[in-house]
């Protein structure tokens, strides 16, 4: 079940054809958990790949074009809501998507878009498929699955202001999408929301919700892509009864995560946690970063931090790679975008994955880069899931390969193409990494 800014609750199914045809659904819910429907949208079009992207390493961009989007209510409240707000657009022919008085009928399907019909109604619900414009597909190995193939469709970020989302150029990703065709051990789930249509929505298998106590550590469980293309994997250590944490951000010039330029250690203190008031099933906290230290790993970084303005980023002149630097007497470091002291707000989320380790969800961070250092900018959606240490074996020996280049550091294999024999992605082959 994920988590979009708003927040919306949604799954979804992507089809690829040959052709360049696709066809896709969208689940959306009124819980986090996946559980209670709200309204589905059944979206066909066409997508054409272009070139490798000159903006995020590791992506192909694409065009693509809308022939259709419909809408099916799975409740008269869904029906209700969404009629209110697409009848108050002016234009495009929406004024009477749904006239006052029509009851709810189980199953109808309604047009939202129609490139013949030059309808568009779907603005009103921020809805768009820029997602498709920028695409990156993985494959890897699942540890826990006995080294079992996995494949993964990254499509681009959705941006965190309502207001910009019908506009957004991706620069980022979200949360993957897992090839049908490997579902059954990795992602009991996937075949759920697969085998699922418009009309028949997923319910997602119920799950006993975890408290949140913050405790031990945390860390990434694959390379991360943030807008504004930044790359990188993240490791924390939260000391629940002094209520402390530290942490490593671990940046990188590739998306593969093995080509390091610098290393932020930040550290403080966090408040009590309360349910948030937005996102059902999220906890809201308030983080303090008092300390901070830089360690470059690359020539670029060096002269970009010695060439800094004096007194604004440690010691003027006196950085080297691989030398780590306490940025606090400075108040942080004006050029990697670090401000010391600094209060975060932030929004927490915990949960189990298929194989029952602990997930640690921590807000996402503003499309355009900025901080959600005020009560109205805290998150209201996630960024991808860190993983317990003490549940995951297989990271045992993270922070010793971090910088070694070897598979363990990340949990990637070389990325490989397959055989032309899975026609589900059989348009997407193209953007298979080696």
């Not at 780590?324 to 994955?353: K, M, V, W």
């Not at 995951?392 to 363990?408: D, H, N, R």
Request: net charge positive; aromatic share 10%.
């Amino acid at each position: 079940c994920e988590v979009r800014p708003g927040p919306e609750f949604l799954t979804r199914s992507y089809l690829f054809y040959a052709n360049r045809l696709f066809k896709a659904h969208q689940f959306y819910y009124w819980d986090p958990s996946c559980r209670d429907p709200s309204y589905s949208l059944v979206i066909k079009g066409k997508l054409r790949l272009r070139q490798p992207s000159w903006v995020t390493r590791g992506a192909t961009e694409a065009d693509y074009h809308l022939h259709k989007v419909g809408i099916v209510f799975h409740s008269r409240r869904a029906m209700r809501e969404v009629a209110a707000r697409v009848n108050q657009t002016r234009g495009a022919g929406c004024g009477g998507f749904v006239r006052p008085g029509r009851g709810w009928a189980p199953g109808t399907l309604h047009e939202l878009l129609s490139a013949r019909g030059m309808r568009d109604c779907a603005a009103p619900l921020g809805f768009a498929m820029n997602e498709l414009s920028l695409l990156r597909v993985e494959t890897r190995f699942q540890p826990q699955s006995g080294r079992r193939l996995v494949e993964e469709l990254y499509l681009g970020d959705i941006h965190t202001e309502w207001g910009e989302r019908l506009h957004h150029r991706p620069t980022g990703y979200q949360r993957p999408l897992q090839s049908a065709l490997h579902h059954v051990h990795p992602c009991p789930a996937c075949g759920i929301i697969y085998r699922a249509n418009e009309h028949h929505p997923p319910i997602l298998p119920a799950r006993a919700p975890l408290p949140m106590q913050l405790g031990g550590s945390w860390v990434s469980t694959h390379c991360e892509v943030r807008p504004a293309v930044l790359f990188l994997t993240r490791f924390f250590t939260f000391h629940g009864s002094s209520h402390t944490w530290e942490g490593y951000y671990y940046h990188y010039s590739d998306p593969l995560c093995k080509q390091p330029t610098f290393t932020i250690y930040a550290s403080g203190h966090y408040t009590p946690g309360v349910p948030s008031s937005k996102v059902q099933g999220g906890t809201e906290l308030a983080f303090r970063v008092t300390q901070a230290r830089v360690t470059p790993m690359d020539t670029v970084t060096v002269t970009m931090l010695n060439s800094s303005e004096p007194g604004s980023c440690g010691l003027t002149g006196s950085w080297s790679a691989g030398v780590e630097q306490d940025i606090t007497p400075t108040n942080g470091c004006l050029a990697l975008g670090i401000r010391l002291p600094h209060t975060e707000y932030e929004l927490f989320s915990t949960e189990r994955d298929a194989q029952e380790r602990r997930l640690l969800y921590i807000g996402e961070r503003p499309t355009d880069g900025s901080s959600p250092d005020s009560p109205d900018k805290r998150p209201t959606s996630y960024q991808a899931p860190l993983v317990q240490c003490a549940a995951a074996p297989e990271f045992s020996t993270y922070l010793s390969l971090k910088y070694m280049g070897k598979e363990a550091g990340n949990g990637n294999e070389a990325l490989r193409p397959l055989p032309l024999a899975l026609s589900l992605l059989v348009a997407l082959l193209v953007l298979r990494w080696d």
